[in-house]
């Protein structure tokens, strides 16, 4: 099961028997939307990324990933988060796209930053930092 891989479970908030169907269906209820990665080669599921905590208002929401380990560092997650981070500046009409990541998460702090967010302030009474990514006009 993809979310029992410590590599992965250790940084995200979920339990390690929750599937990715489990997150897709908890983020129905959020505001926001979430896809699920499937290699286009053998049609396995390797990760979900999407949006959370979308306020319609400010134009901001937060983005969220996961990644099977095997998958690390090959451009898949790269290719949906350009994807998706085109659909919430254009379709969502996002101003703004925030992710709060872990300290220790040192793969996704050098990820998120090549994927051009900014850090810009740690988050209260956590070991996070908030990565911001400003939609250019």
């Not at 908890?26 to 699920?36: A, E, T, V, Y």
């Not at 937060?62 to 560092?73: A, E, P, T, V």
């Amino acid at each position: 099961m993809h979310f029992s891989d410590p590599l992965i479970s250790q940084f995200v908030d979920i339990g390690e028997n929750e599937t990715a169907a489990d997150i897709i269906r908890f983020h129905l209820k959020d505001s926001g939307c979430r896809w699920g990665l499937i290699n286009k080669i053998n049609n396995e599921f390797i990760g979900t990324c999407g949006f959370h905590g979308w306020n319609i208002d400010s134009g901001t929401a937060g983005i969220g990933y996961d990644l099977s380990s095997m998958y690390w560092g090959k451009g898949y997650m790269k290719e949906a988060l350009d994807a998706i981070i085109k659909f919430g500046f254009c379709t969502m009409k996002l101003n703004s796209i925030v992710a709060i990541i872990d300290e220790n998460n040192l793969n996704s702090i050098k990820f998120i930053q090549k994927m051009n967010f900014i850090r810009s302030e740690k988050i209260n009474n956590e070991n996070a930092y908030k990565y911001v990514l400003t939609k250019v006009i």
